[in-house]
């Protein structure tokens, strides 16, 4: 499918069941193959992402079954060692992947090659990078400096990982991205003191920091964190099986059609004990004027009733900066809002899967809708939406997120729309079931 034409939405009561999360799915699989032992993962996401993580641990010669069925994932982890010394593995535009697997690899004993989509070669690394040549690994890139595709010779090839009295300590940047520190903070335990992490930039914490923070000391490992520093304790994960939650990024879809066609939206076991920072955009929903409540099947939000004169409130500055991957979303909801929404402090999505910054901006602007770009920010203005053909820019978010305004008395054409696969594979599938 090249394209994809909206339709009316028919459905006032939405009941949908997401897939797993993307984020915590590969956390998830990093961290049981750093384990000692068999661990299950249940509620697992199957996409291109989870896919290119498997294929890649297989390729480094773990054992691994799956069974897509079920949403379960079984892995043998080997006590922090890698099974194969030598390998290649590819990452497609996975930067879960490409970070995390690049941090464990360089923490190793062996030499690897990793190779990468056109995407996400041109997605910062060089941070990460920049930390494990610091700790003694060697790199060598294939292509352009300081991107994939590399070789690269772990830091304890040859030689003991660290003396077991002291931890290693690095100085790191998370300004671009914040899974340089979450690759790190995961793999640290390959080293035999630990890892010690100075945060360099003025960013230090972040949401999805605080899911690896959780996620590493329910597999059994330790993170401190002093306020700038972080360090991780050398502990051998070990864990038998781990639930994976709905993904909250992939909710939010349907939570934003709720508020900009006033019906209602509940998406199953959803709900706002979750981990994930994603959850704050539904707070930011009640706050422009959506009733919101945590049910016992999960979140439900209904939009404001237009029949009853009810609008949509704007927010005249909402920073978005630890939950960002809901910018494009919030700016599509923001379209029926009573006023001028801005969103700031994101300009790190310029280097995502493509520059989402830009990439509102311009579908905004084919739409007819007034956008305001900044450095790091952008201002939505309310208006009436015309036809257009919606650049994907072969980002998952980019086609979902614009997919909800066309679902109105005006369509939308998203340009290659399978990009969704990405994370969240049915996605249109279940948009046909709902208009």
């Known amino acids: 499918m090249d394209r994809y034409d909206t339709k009316p939405l028919k459905c006032k009561d939405i009941r949908v069941t997401v897939p797993g999360s993307k984020s915590i799915t590969n956390r998830a699989l990093l961290l049981a193959s750093l384990s000692q032992g068999k661990c299950l ?156 992490i100075e945060i360099t930039s003025e960013k230090k914490e972040g949401s999805y920091i605080d899911i690896t923070k959780n996620m590493v000391k329910e597999f059994g490992g330790n993170v401190l964190f002093d306020g700038m520093s972080y360090y ?42 979750s981990t994930q920072g994603d959850i704050r955009f539904v707070e930011t929903l009640e706050k422009m004027g959506c009733v919101v409540n945590d049910t016992i099947d999960g979140i439900v939000v209904e939009g404001p009733d237009k029949d009853k004169g009810q609008c949509l409130k704007a927010i005249a500055n909402l920073d978005m900066n630890n939950f960002s991957d809901q910018a494009l979303t919030l700016a599509n909801v923001a379209i029926w809002a009573d006023g001028p929404t801005t969103i700031s402090n994101i300009g790190h999505i310029r280097g995502q899967e493509c520059d989402r910054l830009s990439a509102i901006a311009t579908n905004l602007s ?34 979902m997120a614009f997919a909800m305004a066309g679902l109105g008395e005006t369509s939308l054409t998203i340009c290659n729309p399978l990009c969704c696969r990405k994370t969240f594979e049915n996605y249109f599938d279940i948009l046909d079931t709902l208009c």
Request: aromatic letters at 10%; glycine letters at 10%.
């Open 41 to 196: 993962l249940k509620g697992t996401l199957f996409s291109d992402d989870s896919r290119y993580f498997l294929s890649s641990l297989k390729e480094l010669g773990f054992e691994i079954s799956e069974d897509e069925e079920k949403k379960q994932v079984t892995v043998v982890g080997n006590g922090g060692n890698i099974p194969k010394a030598t390998g290649s593995i590819y990452v497609g535009s996975a930067g879960t992947a490409a970070r995390f697997l690049t941090a464990m690899l360089g923490l190793s004993s062996g030499q690897y090659t990793i190779n990468a989509s056109e995407q996400m070669k041109k997605r910062p690394m060089k941070p990460l990078f920049d930390v494990l040549t610091e700790l003694g690994s060697e790199i060598k890139f294939l292509e352009e400096e300081n991107s994939l595709p590399i070789e690269i010779k772990g830091c304890f090839y040859g030689k003991e990982s660290g003396d077991a009295k002291y931890p290693l300590k690095v100085k790191l940047d998370i300004s671009k991205s914040t899974q340089f520190l979450s690759a790190l903070l995961m793999a640290g335990c390959m080293c035999k003191g630990g890892l010690d």
């Open 232 to 273: 991780v304790e050398p502990k051998i994960y070990n864990l038998s099986q781990y639930q994976i939650e709905p993904d909250v990024s992939a909710a939010c879809y349907f939570y934003g059609m709720a508020a900009i066609y006033g019906c209602k939206a509940i998406v199953y076991n959803v709900h706002f004990n």
């Open 366 to 399: 084919a739409m007819g809708i007034k956008a305001k770009e900044g450095e790091d920010s952008i201002t939505i203005y309310p208006g009436s939406i015309s036809h257009a053909d919606i650049n994907t820019y072969e980002d998952h978010r980019v086609a």
